[in-house]
């Protein structure tokens, strides 16, 4: 019994030795032909398409028939840029396909609203492509002409481009692009939804439409799944959100904000995994999903172009690597990031690099200062996260009305003014210019001493120095009238003497007075009549003088003077205060952020 009980023992082994091999021969087999596959994939050429659907509302996908982006992995994904920040941008077509085709928000791209008379300043997809490797060959085609407006000055760096002037006549033009043209990428824009939406808002037509769409984008996507000898990165987005009923966009709400991202590949963690402790939770948290600025670096991520720091990308690539996560500032002087590396990363402030540190830390901490535009990257894995702000203040605002120049010129502390537009609400292009006497003559020697500006009359200006002294300005001349500058003293300014070395402010208030404000908290009412101080003053400034500013009396940096109703404040900490002249008080919700939302340009 104990005999047969080994031979059955040992039988039993030995086939389960045979099975064992065998397994590890099919797991072999199993993993050498997953292995060709991958090398096959490898040699295959990659090339990306990338179809924009315009004003596609995310949440109405899902109530309509859309069999072809069905086949793509779809994520919520955010436009606007970072609210409060110099990145907000309006939710509006032209930030947005901006935005979408630069990898950075508008305070990089400088392409505001949907003007046509904006140009991008930030280096397009096409640029950085063809700059990077010329034998790649790129197209876009749009039915929304401006898109290309934008990227006038960088149409060179599109191989086939064309304003197609409707959806059908979009999809023949990209399915040229990748048959005839051999396009290595392609963006084709769609935009009948977007039109839909403006005209009947959300609804049975506007759903029709998406499905139309999704219809269109399967037609172009057919011609890239025939070519098999070629590996395709296939991208939907869409460039904003809509309002309530869906007939508008433009502003910061949780719904105009909301966009998708749609891959055919799995993508990365970027992709696949929501951040929920980035340092502004504002939206319900929509800042821990996928960016709009995510396309550019997984387009070039996939085309095998690698991303240089110098290009100050805003985000990681959805594919590939995946370098730090939702990178913005924690407070005024702190990076944050999001990363599971146990790799360092290098930190570059302005291009420069100034640290490493452990990626896992999640956070790095400038203890040096600097005036002006400030940009931080972060580099890990080939891939860079960046976040810029401007610190700089404003410290005078000057207002320039006359009958053919309604435009007001504010001066920062980085030796640079801004001309802005007050019948537009935005700064004029070209803008933020430095001060010198080519701009201002006879102002450059004393652009570090501004400290207050404001119009007397219809053609003089006058500016006052740190240093006690002040300036008077021609503006019929455009220039400093001679003899100027000159010491305050009380047979100019009649009781201001004592008080000029304090001024941080000034503004003239309906033509008879002009309100001084001192870096003390205190604020000296002059009479234009009698040109003097009027009796009794400085007084406090306080919420009784003037109601709504008090708490904020030795943060003034700058007023300005707007209309017959209102006048500006601006804060130390690059904030600002509505007042109205009429009520004599700070207007309610104030103060509020400077930011491309709300002073278009100023802070750029």
């Keep these: 019994m104990k005999t047969n009980y080994l031979v059955k023992l040992s039988a039993l082994i030995l086939l389960f030795a045979l099975s064992s091999c065998q397994e590890n021969n099919l797991d072999e087999v199993s993993k050498k032909q997953g292995n060709q596959e991958l090398k096959k994939k490898s040699l295959l050429k990659k090339k990306v398409l990338v179809v924009g659907f315009d004003g596609v509302q995310f949440e ?86 401006p898109i290309h407006d934008f990227f006038r000055d960088q149409l060179n760096y599109i191989d086939y481009h064309t304003n197609s002037g409707g959806d059908e006549n979009t999809v023949t033009g990209a399915i040229h692009a990748i048959n005839n043209e051999n396009s290595d990428f392609v963006f084709a824009h769609i935009d009948n939804v977007d039109e839909v939406g403006h005209a009947l808002g959300f609804g049975t037509s506007y759903n029709n439409a998406i499905t139309k769409a999704d219809e269109q984008f399967g037609r172009i996507v057919a011609e890239v799944e025939k070519r098999t000898n070629e590996d395709w990165l296939i991208m939907v987005v869409t460039d904003h959100g809509r309002g309530i009923g869906g007939y508008s966009h433009g502003g910061q709400t949780t719904q105009e904000k909301t966009i998708f991202v749609g891959m055919n590949k799995s993508g990365n963690e970027e992709f696949n995994s929501y951040v929920s402790n980035t340092p502004n939770q504002d939206f319900s948290g929509i800042y821990g999903n996928v960016a709009q600025t995510a396309i550019v670096p997984s387009i070039l991520t996939h085309l095998n172009v690698s991303i240089q720091k110098e290009w100050q990308l805003n985000s990681t690539s959805l594919v590939g690597n995946v370098g730090v996560r939702k990178v913005m500032m924690q407070n005024s002087n702190t990076i944050y990031w999001n990363s599971n590396s146990s790799n ?183 009479s234009i009549t009698n040109d003097s101080v009027d009796s009794g003053y400085p007084a406090t400034i306080n919420n009784s003088t003037w109601p709504g500013l008090g708490d904020y009396a030795t943060k003034i940096t700058a007023a300005v003077d707007w209309d017959l109703t209102y006048c500006y404040f601006f804060l130390d900490d690059n904030r600002y205060i509505k007042y109205n002249k009429s009520t004599d008080s700070a207007v309610s919700g104030y103060p509020k952020e400077i930011n491309s939302s709300t002073w278009p340009g100023l802070n750029n």
């Design 60 to 145: 109405k996908i899902s109530e309509t028939p859309t069999p072809n982006l069905d086949k793509l992995t779809l994520v919520k994904a955010y436009a606007g840029g970072i609210d409060n920040t110099s990145s907000e941008q309006k939710t509006s077509s032209g930030p947005g396909w901006s935005t979408i085709l630069t990898g950075v928000w508008v305070n990089k791209h400088g392409v505001t609203d949907n003007s046509t008379s904006h140009i991008s300043k930030a280096k397009s997809v096409f640029q950085l492509i063809k700059e990077s490797n010329p034998t790649l060959k790129t197209a876009s085609v749009v039915t929304w002409g």
């Design 344 to 526: 360092d990363v290098e930190i570059y402030k302005n291009d420069s690099f100034v640290a490493s540190a452990p990626a896992l830390q999640g956070y790095f901490t400038d203890g040096s200062s600097s005036e002006g535009g400030v940009n931080y990257t972060i580099l890990l894995n080939g891939q860079t996260g960046s976040v810029a702000f401007n610190n700089s203040k404003i410290i005078a605002g000057l207002d320039w009305n006359d009958l053919t120049d309604n435009r007001a010129y504010f001066f920062r502390s980085d030796n640079n003014y801004v001309r802005y537009n007050k019948l537009l609400d935005k700064a004029d292009d070209g803008y933020p210019k430095e001060v010198n006497n080519s701009t201002w003559p006879g102002l450059g020697a004393y652009k570090d001493l501004i400290s207050a500006a404001f119009k007397w009359h219809n053609h003089k200006g006058y500016f006052f120095l740190k240093d006690g002294r002040y300036l008077r300005y021609d503006m019929n001349n455009d220039s400093v009238d001679p003899g100027y500058p000159v010491d305050i003293t009380n047979g100019n300014w009649l009781g201001l003497e004592s008080y000029k070395n304090k001024i941080v402010a000034a503004f003239k208030w309906d033509n008879s007075k002009v309100y001084f404000f001192l870096n003390d908290g205190t604020y000296i009412r002059y």
